[in-house]
């Protein structure tokens, strides 16, 4: 397979792109030959006697090589190919991606190429924008001239008559990277910026993404937000954002299929965008801007490290263990304070009865019915017997008078046992 990108290793949606690729490819795991090239579009002037040189490099390279399929990266190898395909690469399946051109569709032979237009979300950022800074009256747009940005600045002038409160400013490659930097440290605090491609200045020195982005962030006296991924780390707070890895990534998985036998005529071009809510903590920071604000499915880089949100599960896990643990030993205190009311009124009920018991004129004898021992006496008992209360103990009934009793001990035995049991008792 061959991967022909329009730009320069190095350059950060080029390397993002070939990322998502690889990873859906997985080329060694695979045994899959992958041939990269870069076309090198964007630091160097694309003109005719420069493309022309490409086409013979390709042509002396792979005239003689056969690949099975070409993966092509923004508009100029789509271009390209679409200019050379059979020349270079008779009856090669295509899938390109990133290319900036809504009538890409109608330009490709659709039993040949297939892929993904880049769109962005452009009116979902200018909403964003507007309401983290509700104060906003103006939006200055930095784009360039270049083929992107000409496509970039279309798709943002079929926006404006959203936002027909606001005034708009483009900011193109007629001024020096020097002169935009002045131009927004003077901006007022009604304003926002949207960073959308910025390559070339006016002498055509060429900046890269990174270098430009953080140089108009820095010298910006209002927040800038963006549309591509690639900025995010050099100063833009963020955006709903276009990704090349995620691009890569499809693009690679429309290649698998074709590769699995399915016609490529039978696999549509996508153009719908592919972009999510990102931001930067730093220029949050920076800018006043809250967490809370933010959508709830955006996605916050640079975030400082959180021991909470690292190990949150981990966390609520223990909290849940210590809960539990301090309820049960909330429960084993409560026993224990209801056992011990328990126990004082048991021991004040035994007081009560023993008072009782030992007061009554009449001896009384307390005996287990099974064993016949005495198990307990009153005073009056032992002064009827002349016995102390131990002594009484350690006799039975049999050895103790019972006087003139009406009934004998194995009569009130079976007395006893009746009752105990329920049965009516009748006393002659």
Not at 138 to 159: C, K
Not at 215 to 240: F, T
Not at 291 to 301: F, M, Q, R, Y
Not at 322 to 330: A, M
Request: charged share 25%; with cysteine; glycine share 6%.
């Amino acid at each position: 397979m061959l991967v022909l990108n329009s730009y320069n290793k190095g350059f950060a949606q080029t390397d993002a792109i070939v990322n998502g690729v690889e990873s859906v490819l997985k080329p060694e795991e695979n045994d899959i030959e992958l041939r990269i090239e870069y076309m090198d579009s964007k630091a160097t002037k694309y003109d005719s006697p420069y493309k022309e040189k490409l086409y013979e490099l390709y042509k002396y390279k792979y005239g003689n090589q056969t690949f099975d399929l070409i993966i092509s990266s923004d508009d100029n190898a789509f271009n390209f190919l679409r200019e050379y395909h059979q020349d270079i690469f008779p009856g090669t399946p295509v899938v390109f991606c990133g290319v900036n051109n809504l009538e890409a569709p109608a330009l490709i032979d659709p039993e040949e190429f297939t892929g993904l237009i880049e769109l962005q979300s452009i009116k979902e950022t200018i909403d964003l924008g507007l309401k983290l800074h509700p104060e906003t009256k103006q939006i200055v747009f930095i784009v360039d001239n270049t083929p992107t940005g000409e496509y970039l600045w279309g798709q943002i002038q079929e926006n404006f008559k959203y936002y027909e409160d606001v005034r708009t400013t483009r900011i193109d490659e007629s001024l020096s990277l020097e002169q935009i930097e002045n131009e927004v440290n003077k901006l007022s605090d009604d304003t926002i910026v949207l960073f959308g491609t910025y390559n070339h200045d006016k002498s055509g020195r060429y900046y890269s993404f990174g270098e430009a982005a953080a140089r108009v962030s820095r010298a910006s006296a209002r927040p800038m937000y963006g549309y591509s991924v690639q900025v995010l780390p050099y100063g833009i707070v963020g955006g709903k954002l276009f990704g090349g890895f995620y691009h890569g990534q499809v693009a690679a998985e429309m290649a698998q299929r074709i590769l699995a036998g399915e016609a490529v005529q039978d696999i549509p071009v996508l153009t719908e965008p592919q972009t999510q809510y990102m931001f930067d903590y730093g220029q949050m920071k920076r800018w006043s801007i809250k967490v809370s604000d933010l959508p709830e499915d955006g996605i916050v880089i640079n975030k400082p490290y959180s021991f909470y949100e690292e190990n949150k599960v981990l966390i609520w896990a223990l909290i849940a263990f210590f809960i539990f643990q301090t309820l049960i030993i909330i429960g084993l205190l409560v026993n224990m304070s209801r056992r011990k009311r328990a126990d004082e009124a048991l021991r004040a009920s035994e007081d009560r009865f023993r008072i009782i018991f030992d007061s009554i004129n009449d001896a009384l004898f307390i005996q287990d019915i099974e064993t016949g021992a005495i198990l307990n006496v009153n005073n009056m008992a032992c002064e009827m017997h002349g016995y102390s209360r131990e002594e009484l103990r350690r006799l039975n009934m049999q050895s103790i008078s019972m006087d003139e009793a009406p009934y004998t001990q194995k009569d009130a035995i079976g007395r006893i046992k009746k009752a105990a049991a329920g049965e009516p008792q009748v006393f002659e």
